[in-house]
């Protein structure tokens, strides 16, 4: 007797909620890059499968609260119909518009799909919590820009408008938008000076600001009609209106050359992220952070792959990190200047003997007495003379070397007479019991 097979088509509504709901609970997004994995498209994946699959799913609206709708290809009309009889159902719907692969489609495709969605999800906005948006074009971030104008949009929490490709200069079409408990902005540079002319700021030292990240705005083939002033007043704006953003992320800008140079000062902004900024940004950004005594010790500056031709005046910022920084002068021009407590150095070739003996020699950064170096071409001798440098000022109270050079048991007993809590390549000195070096 042949067994009967049975098809997962022909399983029960009550069987195929089961997995959907495991299916809900695994899903995960990477806003960092706005590519999704298929389980993170969820619900739009089994939504698609077929129609019996797209009837049970919508019996359970939860499924529906954080809707993620790919621009790869077409979306079905009934698929767009549930998404739509789920936004009338949500009090507080999140909505995602994202890119399933990381091939890139025609930019005049990109819009027409874009603009078909947005006529007809731009009734709900007014109660969104999230509207995330990543697209491959800002051409197609000036098109979302015009259905989001003169909008109250009195939940909104997250606000994403995000491109890799500036095929535009044009500005954004923001006219007006209040957005009072805006707790997350991700938007490019350009689009970020628009929105902040256009965002009704009222200033309250309660309301915080979790996160900003201004994102790539890089024109090659034109004029990129914006200056550093613009995008450093906009940020101390957007600044004075909270009573601090907790992380501010700058990311690949460039600028029209200007002769102009505005001391603004931003405060209340406790971690700031730079990467791929160069020139004269990044000294005006720079120099224009003001830290409260209140706050001093949760402050934070990190540079990542920058250029930085001339000393900056960074202050008293807590901590100065540098990442993958591969230009000795920009490390130097960095810390020429710093008066904080903690440097960390991560993955840079520009950490050289030259810089470590550069700061021992000028005196510089009198009040750091911490130092992280993880996989830099520094050597023992050169550290050597930096803590000997630090003894009859502020000594260096922390020393942690990963991926470094092999240490040898005399400068471990040197090391563990001048600095209170060091560790070398993954060990604590003083918990070490020597035979020989420590090796990587």
Request: charged share 20%; with cysteine.
């Amino acid at each position: 007797m042949t067994a009967r097979r049975h098809s997962i088509q022909s399983l029960a509504p009550e069987t195929l909620l089961e997995i959907f709901d495991h299916l809900s609970t695994s899903r995960k997004r990477s806003k960092k890059t706005g590519v999704y994995s298929p389980i993170a498209l969820y619900p739009f994946t089994i939504a698609s499968v077929c129609r019996h699959w797209l009837d049970v799913a919508s019996l359970k609206s939860k499924y529906w609260s954080d809707v993620v709708i790919p621009l790869d290809f077409p979306i079905l009309p009934s698929i767009m119909g549930t998404y739509l009889d789920a936004f009338n159902c949500q009090d507080t719907p999140h909505f995602h518009i994202v890119y399933f692969n990381t091939v890139p489609i025609q930019a005049q495709v990109e819009k027409a799909r874009l603009d078909d969605v947005m006529r007809l999800l731009v009734p709900y906005f007014h109660k969104c919590k999230t509207i995330s948006i990543y697209t491959c074009y800002r051409s197609s971030t000036i098109l979302v820009t015009k259905y989001l104008t003169k909008r109250s949009l009195i939940f909104l929490e997250d606000l994403s408008l995000v491109s890799s490709i500036t095929d535009t200069t044009q500005p954004a079409c923001f006219a007006s938008m209040t957005c009072p408990k805006l707790k997350s902005l991700s938007v490019d540079a350009k689009t970020f000076t628009n929105l902040i002319e256009a965002l009704e700021i009222k200033s309250d030292p309660e309301r915080d600001m979790d996160h900003v990240r201004i994102t790539s705005y890089h024109p090659t083939n034109c004029r990129s009609d914006l200056e550093p002033d613009d995008l450093v007043c906009g940020i101390a704006e957007l600044a004075d209106g909270y009573g601090m953003i907790y992380a501010l992320d700058v990311s690949d800008v460039i600028f029209d050359p200007s002769l102009t140079w505005l001391f603004t000062h931003i405060s209340n902004v406790y971690e700031v992220r730079l990467v791929d900024l160069q020139k004269q940004f990044l000294a005006q950004l720079l120099g224009s952070f003001r830290t409260p005594q209140a706050l001093h010790d949760y402050t934070s500056v990190s540079l990542t792959r920058c250029i930085l031709p001339y000393p900056a005046i960074i202050g008293d910022m807590f901590k100065l990190s540098f990442i993958e920084m591969g230009d000795s002068n920009s490390i130097l021009n960095a810390l020429k200047r710093w008066e904080g407590v903690e440097i960390e150095v991560k993955n840079c070739s520009g950490f050289t003997d030259i810089i470590l003996d550069t700061v021992s020699s000028e005196r510089l950064c009198p009040n750091a007495t911490s130092l992280k170096i993880h996989k830099c071409p520094i050597s023992v001798k050169a550290l050597r003379r930096f803590v000997r440098s630090k003894q009859n000022v502020n000594p260096l109270t922390k020393l942690c070397v990963s991926k470094g050079p092999s240490l040898f048991w005399w400068d471990k007993v040197w090391l563990e007479g001048k600095v209170e809590d060091a560790s070398w390549n993954g060990k604590k000195l003083h918990e070490v019991k020597f035979s020989g070096q420590i090796t990587v």
